[in-house]
């Protein structure tokens, strides 16, 4: 199904597809990268929403971001934190070669601490897509970085399906479950979790 559907989904940029090859052959733990259905899957949502202002925790080599910052309006901005100095070289060519360099600010800092000082608020889009062990943690501070009526993307809610199976208790699982139920249960959001590679949820900040 996979393969069909990737088949019959919108071809990505070719700078899109280098940054993908690039990857896979030569950083570590390039399963991480959104990768081009998830990343159409990404544009396209950002297209519609048309954000001025995008938060993205969690850069990797790249990808999402460009695919993010497709969807800006003009003079709209997109910063993104990542942890790991050594992807910066890579990670500004390829945001140069897709011709976002005014548009995408790269931080590299540790997210959480970052997060908890930060002065920018009231960003129109937010996608999380970092250290799982964390997430219950970003919640409430993205949360209240989100306008009313923004949207927040989250990547990996199903773990390779471990969250619903019972037999898996490691910790990283035991979060997500804890993560995706505490969503559920919030009043201020209104929310979707899609089958959608290792799981997106979609949420709207209601109040």
């Known amino acids: 199904m996979y393969a069909y559907v990737e088949k019959h989904t919108a071809l990505v940029k070719e700078s899109l597809c280098q940054l993908e090859r ?24 950002s297209q519609m929403i048309q ?12 990808y999402s971001a460009i695919c993010l910052a497709s969807g800006l309006r003009l003079k709209g901005k997109l910063i ?31 997210a959480l601490p970052h997060l908890q000082s930060m002065q920018e608020e009231n960003f129109d889009l937010i996608f999380l897509d970092a250290d799982k062990e964390n ?9 209240n970085k989100l306008r009313i009526g923004g949207w927040l993307l989250i990547d990996n809610v199903l773990w390779s399906g471990k969250v619903y199976e019972s037999a898996y208790k490691d910790k990283i699982t035991e979060i997500l479950r804890k ?15 899609l089958p959608f590679r290792d799981g997106l949820s979609l949420l709207r900040r209601l109040r």
Not at 51 to 62: H, W
Not at 80 to 104: C, F, P, Q, S, W
């Open 80 to 110: 993104t934190l990542e942890h790991n100095e050594e992807l910066k070289d890579r990670i500004l060519k390829y945001v140069e070669n897709a011709g976002y360099r005014e548009k995408i600010e790269l931080r590299i800092v540790e």
């Open 135 to 143: 997430y219950l943690n970003y919640y409430p501070l993205l949360l």
């Open 22 to 45: 690039d990857t896979h052959v030569n950083v570590l733990g390039s399963r991480m990268i959104s990768g081009a259905y998830q990343g159409k899957f990404l544009e396209l949502l």
């Open 179 to 193: 993560f995706n139920d505490n969503i559920q249960m919030d009043s201020n959001v209104e929310n979707i979790m």
């Open 51 to 62: 954000p001025f202002s995008i938060l993205e925790v969690g850069t990797y080599t790249g």
